[in-house]
């Protein structure tokens, strides 16, 4: 038995590091990190469905940019950015930020082309101008293949860690952003407790494939 992917808990962790630099932990910065949702199902080949039509995803996105403009923040991060790079520019248009993007998981593809055609997720960092925003590379936490931002080849969930390093006080503050995938732990104690209750009737024979598979 393999346990399904039951649900996705999407958190952006951001992580601003004070590199020994007393004068920089007077600053005042207003951080905000946003999940922008793909609003893909991931299921296909060639096309991944989408919950939405176009028209209510840009109405949804120029929502999405309307509440950041109020909120104003010197740095933002954001994950299931799709598809880059043109969601990072927009955002960045919208409120006057600079940017540095990672791609996380893409499919098959070079550059603008490849499968699925509607597919290509990342996280992104901005920061306002004048903050010297570079970017400081990115890790792979988990999932296979090739994924960078102009060439993927993979077909599994890939997760990434980003940073992106800008200038405060005339030191360097280095800025990650995460976006973490969580299920339920894949152990035999788990598989143990999902029988137990099926077979109580605290769970439906529904509730209990959704959850495992054979």
């Given at each position: 038995?393999?346990?399904?992917?039951?649900?996705a808990i999407?958190?952006s962790?951001?992580?601003?590091?004070?590199?020994?630099?007393?004068?920089?932990?007077?600053?005042e910065l207003?951080?905000?990190?946003?999940?922008?949702?793909?609003?893909?199902?991931?299921?296909?080949?060639?096309?991944?469905?989408?919950?939405?039509?176009d028209?209510?995803?840009?109405?949804?996105?120029?929502?999405?940019?309307?509440?950041l403009?109020?909120?104003?923040?010197?740095?933002?991060?954001?994950?299931?950015?799709?598809?880059?790079?043109?969601?990072?520019?927009?955002?960045?248009?919208?409120?006057?930020m600079?940017?540095?993007?990672?791609v996380?998981?893409?499919?098959?593809?070079i550059g603008?082309?490849?499968?699925?055609?509607?597919?290509?997720?990342?996280d992104?960092?901005?920061?306002?101008?004048?903050?010297?925003?570079?970017?400081?590379?990115?890790?792979?936490?988990?999932?296979?293949?090739i994924?960078?931002?102009?060439?993927?080849?993979?077909?599994?969930?890939?997760?990434?860690?980003?940073?992106?390093?800008?200038?405060?006080?005339?030191?360097d503050?280095?800025?990650f952003?995460?976006?973490?995938?969580a299920?339920?732990?894949?152990?035999?104690?788990v598989?143990?407790?999902?029988?137990?209750?099926?077979?109580?009737?605290?769970?439906?024979?529904?509730?209990?494939?959704?959850?495992?598979?054979?």
């Amino acid at each position: 038995m393999r346990m399904r992917r039951v649900g996705a808990i999407l958190i952006s962790v951001l992580l601003v590091l004070f590199f020994m630099v007393p004068s920089v932990s007077a600053e005042e910065l207003k951080v905000v990190t946003l999940n922008i949702w793909s609003g893909l199902d991931y299921e296909g080949v060639w096309k991944f469905g989408e919950y939405e039509s176009d028209d209510v995803r840009e109405a949804r996105y120029e929502k999405q940019l309307e509440i950041l403009r109020n909120l104003d923040p010197d740095i933002l991060t954001t994950n299931e950015n799709t598809k880059l790079p043109r969601n990072a520019k927009f955002i960045a248009k919208g409120l006057g930020m600079e940017y540095v993007y990672h791609v996380a998981m893409g499919g098959i593809r070079i550059g603008n082309f490849g499968i699925p055609v509607n597919y290509r997720e990342g996280d992104v960092i901005f920061a306002r101008p004048g903050m010297n925003l570079r970017d400081g590379g990115k890790m792979k936490l988990s999932g296979g293949g090739i994924i960078g931002n102009c060439v993927t080849i993979h077909t599994t969930e890939s997760r990434q860690v980003i940073c992106g390093i800008v200038e405060i006080g005339g030191k360097d503050v280095y800025v990650f952003n995460a976006h973490i995938h969580a299920s339920v732990a894949n152990q035999p104690w788990v598989y143990e407790k999902l029988e137990e209750m099926y077979e109580s009737g605290e769970m439906t024979e529904e509730e209990y494939l959704f959850e495992v598979e054979v």
